[in-house]
């Protein structure tokens, strides 16, 4: 696989910076360039595409569901995480309706930060554990643009499903994972 172009949307230097360090000590990654609002990440984008874009709720000049809702207009082929503080169900909600694949809280690991990129560059959706079920609950009640399998990961995830095993399933099962009651089996 390719190494992924990240782009980090997020106003606070630490947390930037601090990703950056973590993430660019492994091989994953070719080039990890990060902005401090939305109107800085649509600038960047005019002039290189990421394959992969995390993304804060609350920035300066242009927040995160700005953007997210910018990118969307434009049709952009960018994959988005969302990763902020905020785990409420209107925010995840609100980011997935604006095409996010993913969303995290900043209490997150830097692995799993790794994990969720590599998931979603990959054409998969990723949440936290502590947003899963949230998510899940809202993508259930609305007519939902996640994929039955995506739901199902989702579910696997609420149910306390380690990232680890997970990743495992979808890195070595091509097959589809099916709901059969109470359990979920690899098909």
Not at 18 to 29: E, I
Not at 36 to 41: K, L, P, Q, Y
Request: proline share 3%; with cysteine; net charge positive.
């Amino acid at each position: 696989m390719k190494p992924i172009h990240l782009l980090i949307a997020d106003d606070h230097a630490i947390v930037a910076e601090g990703l950056t360090k973590c993430l660019s000590l492994t091989p994953s990654f070719d080039k990890i360039a990060y902005v401090a609002n939305g109107i800085e990440a649509l600038k960047y984008i005019e002039q290189q595409t990421p394959d992969v874009m995390l993304v804060d709720i609350n920035m300066p000049k242009m927040g995160g569901l700005r953007l997210l809702k910018a990118l969307k207009a434009q049709k952009s082929c960018i994959k988005t995480i969302v990763l902020s503080m905020h785990s409420s169900s209107e925010y995840v909600h609100k980011c997935t309706s604006l095409g996010a694949k993913g969303y995290m809280t900043k209490d997150v690991s830097s692995d799993e930060i790794e994990l969720a990129i590599k998931i979603v560059n990959k054409g998969g959706v990723y949440f936290s554990s502590n947003v899963a079920e949230i998510a899940m609950n809202h993508e259930q009640k609305t007519n939902s643009d996640l994929t039955t399998q995506e739901l199902i990961v989702l579910k696997r995830i609420a149910a306390g499903q380690t990232t680890k095993k997970l990743h495992w399933i979808l890195k070595y099962h091509r097959e589809p994972l099916k709901h059969t009651g109470a359990t979920f089996a690899v098909s």
